[in-house]
């Protein structure tokens, strides 16, 4: 099931045809009340969200879903008319997994959600044979899918849980912003380093003082270190 919440009526008809054409379920809402009375009685594979929304913003909604711990590992993709670096980076910042500009084409939408929902997928087939990697009391338990530090859970976004997996499968080894986001984006290089930057910070805050394991390396990318 997939919820796209889109206060436009044509827009969201259109999006809701699309996906019940492309074999997925789903169902539409107006704004944040009708979407969050609905989370109470089921809750969804991903969400569509559109940032300019009345009322509530998708913004907000955003950071309440993260904040939840029932809602909290739900794929977002954002939808946003306004094509510039900061209303991006503000959302992905927020947690969204992906975003969309305004006006996109449907085929277009539906690429972007396969590709999130392959990577949730592609988590948790593995998740069943992977061990947890550990750094001192730092543990990513990847059957799971959660971090620890000194025992305590980390509420991390699925891209930032990516990202600081791909950086522990290759601890040691330089990465560059490119890279990163091709594995962590399933994408090739696309000009969205700024993307990987904005992640980066985010996740050495949320680590806390095992954030200083992800080392800049000038001119490069980031590498993790073992030891903070």
Same mark, same amino acid.
């Given at each position: 099931? !997939?919820?796209?919440?889109?206060?436009?009526?044509?827009?969201?008809?259109?999006?809701?045809?699309?996906?019940?054409?492309?074999?997925?379920?789903?169902? #539409?809402?107006?704004?944040?009340?009708?979407?969050?009375?609905?989370?109470?009685? #089921?809750?969804?594979?991903?969400?569509?969200?559109?940032?300019?929304?009345? #009322?509530?913003?998708? !913004?907000?909604?955003?950071?309440?879903?993260?904040? /939840?711990?029932?809602?909290?590992?739900?794929?977002? !993709?954002?939808?946003?008319?306004?094509?510039?670096?900061?209303?991006?980076?503000?959302?992905?910042?927020? &947690?969204?997994? /992906?975003? =969309?500009?305004?006006?996109? &084409?449907?085929?277009?939408?539906?690429?972007?959600?396969?590709? +999130?929902?392959? %990577?949730?997928?592609?988590?948790?087939?593995?998740?069943?044979?992977?061990?947890?990697?550990?750094?001192?009391?730092? +543990?990513?338990?990847?059957?799971?899918?959660?971090?620890?530090? /000194?025992?305590?859970?980390?509420?991390?976004? =699925?891209?930032?849980?990516?990202?600081?997996?791909?950086?522990?499968?290759?601890?040691?080894?330089?990465?560059?912003?490119?890279?990163?986001?091709?594995?962590?984006?399933?994408?090739?290089?696309?000009?969205?380093?700024?993307?990987? /930057?904005?992640?980066?910070?985010?996740? %050495?805050?949320?680590?806390?003082?095992? #954030?200083?394991?992800?080392?800049?390396?000038?001119?490069? &990318?980031?590498?993790?270190?073992? %030891?903070?």
């Amino acid at each position: 099931m !997939i919820y796209c919440v889109e206060d436009d009526s044509s827009i969201r008809e259109l999006i809701i045809y699309t996906l019940e054409a492309a074999g997925y379920s789903a169902k #539409g809402f107006a704004d944040s009340t009708e979407f969050f009375a609905a989370l109470g009685s #089921g809750l969804p594979e991903l969400v569509l969200l559109d940032l300019m929304l009345p #009322g509530e913003d998708g !913004i907000s909604v955003l950071k309440k879903l993260r904040a /939840d711990r029932s809602t909290a590992d739900i794929p977002v !993709i954002i939808e946003t008319a306004r094509d510039t670096e900061t209303d991006k980076v503000t959302g992905l910042d927020s &947690g969204a997994d /992906d975003y =969309l500009v305004k006006p996109f &084409g449907m085929m277009e939408m539906i690429s972007h959600i396969k590709a +999130v929902l392959r %990577r949730c997928s592609s988590h948790d087939e593995s998740d069943a044979q992977d061990d947890s990697i550990r750094f001192d009391g730092l +543990v990513i338990d990847t059957k799971k899918h959660v971090v620890t530090a /000194d025992g305590l859970e980390l509420r991390l976004t =699925l891209k930032e849980y990516e990202l600081l997996r791909t950086f522990a499968e290759n601890r040691g080894k330089a990465l560059t912003r490119e890279e990163l986001f091709a594995k962590v984006w399933d994408s090739g290089p696309a000009g969205e380093t700024r993307t990987v /930057d904005v992640h980066v910070g985010t996740l %050495r805050t949320k680590l806390g003082r095992y #954030g200083g394991m992800i080392r800049t390396v000038r001119g490069v &990318g980031y590498r993790l270190e073992t %030891r903070p």
